[in-house]
């Protein structure tokens, strides 16, 4: 069946910024603000934490070092490569980095597995009112992709929403062949995803917004600007 899915699949050359929504915060927290309420106290623990914490490398020359930009790579691009999970296009054998061709589109995927988890946790552990912060980076990606979007008429389970049985196994196969990924339609909304396999095709990453996704009775509702619900998402 494999094999009369890839005959005859579309390319796309794709260079262009991508969305990539993870989970984060809007703003930095004190580690240690359950320790005191002295701010001179939390100082002097976070001086013995950074003490006590082995270098991360040695060089016998200088290097130049970019903390800031190191860790964006981490956070946007490099975590799914690292941190493998079971997803859409992926066993969990190996790791598949998600993208969307809108802030939107991303908001309409992620949400729906963060509220789907909720459900799968624990029995009640869905209320309204569970809140949870992201962050949205755009991420340069430069490759040659191979388009599902016109297969999905002919292969529906692309975007079945809960059996991943032929989308793992299409994944199996571009991770053996050392393709770069993919382009496809959104199996929760009428946008464009890409499931990336190779690092190497992505670059640059940009923070782009903060969102808050909090659940209501029906679904989630989406902040961009704190207070203000900016989208609202609905579930049977």
Same mark, same amino acid.
């Given at each position: ?5 890839? +005959? ?12 990539? /929504? ?22 002097? @623990? ?24 190191? @860790?964006?790579?981490? @956070?946007?691009? $490099? ?20 993208? $969307? ?14 509220? /789907? $988890? ?10 309204? $009112? ?40 299409? &994944?199996?196969?571009?991770?053996? %062949? ?11 909304? +009428? ?15 940009? %923070? ?18 704190? &207070? ?9």
């Amino acid at each position: 069946m494999l094999q009369d899915f890839f +005959s005859g699949l579309a390319t796309l050359a794709h260079r262009q910024r991508t969305y990539r /929504n993870i989970v984060s915060l809007r703003a930095s927290r004190d580690l240690f603000d359950d320790l005191s309420d002295d701010p001179g106290d939390r100082a002097i @623990a976070a001086a013995v934490e950074l003490a006590h914490k082995p270098p991360t490398y040695h060089a016998a020359q200088p290097v130049i070092s970019r903390p800031f930009e190191e @860790a964006a790579w981490s @956070a946007a691009i $490099g975590f799914p490569f690292v941190h493998w999970t079971r997803s859409r296009y992926s066993d969990g054998s190996f790791g598949v980095w998600y993208g $969307g061709d809108s802030v939107a589109t991303t908001v309409h995927e992620t949400a729906w597995h963060w509220r /789907n $988890g909720l459900l799968s946790d624990a029995e009640g552990f869905l209320r309204p $009112g569970i809140s949870m912060e992201r962050s949205v980076y755009t991420v340069m990606l430069d490759a040659v992709l191979i388009d599902l979007r016109d297969a999905v008429d002919t292969w529906p389970a692309l975007i079945d929403p809960d059996d991943y049985g032929f989308t793992q196994q299409v &994944g199996q196969r571009f991770h053996q %062949q050392g393709l770069p990924g993919l382009i496809t339609r959104s199996a929760r909304c +009428s946008g464009d995803s890409v499931a990336i396999f190779q690092p190497a095709v992505l670059s640059a990453p940009r %923070q782009h917004c903060y969102l808050t996704y909090r659940t209501t009775a029906t679904g989630v509702e989406v902040e961009r600007k704190p &207070g203000t619900v900016w989208l609202r998402l609905r579930y049977s």
